[in-house]
């Protein structure tokens, strides 16, 4: 009988993209099928872990065992994270979080101009949930995603630093983006860990087995 890999833990994810609204019908928003977040959760859950899923808009079945909270924007994922990480032993954060938000939605359609006619918005930062929580006093363990479109080795790892996250699992987009399948390296204190190419499925077992080797060597 081997026991599960996660089993007793409580893991916390963030998914998919976050939308921030301009307008009522408008928003920014970042390109994210939430398909290696979903597979991650239903991997832990699949390990024996307590999982609860913080999406973004995306159209994907909820994992079986898995508690989901569905969000929009960057401000509400951060607000159900906050809720929910007191209680979490892992924190995965694999949504694609908007970088900026419009400082003002409109209430109302926000009317075209001329063609040719310049249209500026005023956006801000948004928080970086990952770091937030990364820094708590009482941090669960945490695991970062660095999508990359070149220089992958050398942004994860200075992710992975500045982000103090003890794992950071990177992935170049052109190989990962909405498809089924994924390559992704896997960058902790230990080094570089490349994962067999695979579909999503395979490869977030994959990263369950390293966090529960981690956790087991901690
Ligand atoms: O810095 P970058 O956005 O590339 O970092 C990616 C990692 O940080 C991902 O794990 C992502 O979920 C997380 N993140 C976050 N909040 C942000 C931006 C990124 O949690 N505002």
């Not at 239903?42 to 872990?49: L, Q």
């Not at 970086?128 to 050398?154: K, T, W």
């Amino acid at each position: 009988f081997q026991p599960k890999l996660l089993a007793g833990r409580r893991v916390l994810l963030t998914a998919g993209p976050t939308f921030e609204p301009l307008d009522p019908v408008r928003g920014l928003t970042n390109s994210s099928s939430g398909k290696m977040g979903f597979a991650l959760a239903r991997a832990c859950a699949e390990a024996g872990a307590e999982v609860t899923l913080v999406a973004g808009p995306v159209s994907l079945p909820t994992p079986a065992a898995v508690t989901r909270i569905d969000v929009q924007t960057a401000l509400e994922m951060r607000a159900a994270v906050l809720k929910s990480v007191a209680a979490a032993d892992i924190f995965i954060g694999v949504a694609a979080v908007a970088d900026y938000r419009p400082v003002q939605a409109s209430e109302h359609k926000i009317k075209k101009t001329a063609v040719g006619s310049a249209l500026t918005i005023e956006v801000t930062a948004n928080p970086d949930i990952l770091a937030e929580v990364a820094s708590l006093p009482a941090a669960p363990f945490c695991v970062g995603f660095a999508a990359e479109s070149q220089n992958l080795a050398d942004y994860a790892e200075s992710k992975r630093l500045a982000k103090k996250l003890p794992l950071v699992v990177g992935n170049l987009v052109q190989d990962g983006l909405g498809s089924d399948g994924n390559s992704v390296i896997l960058f902790d204190d230990a080094g570089q860990h490349k994962l067999t190419p695979g579909p999503k499925m395979e490869i977030a077992r994959g990263i369950v087995a390293h966090i529960a080797n981690m956790l087991e060597q901690d």
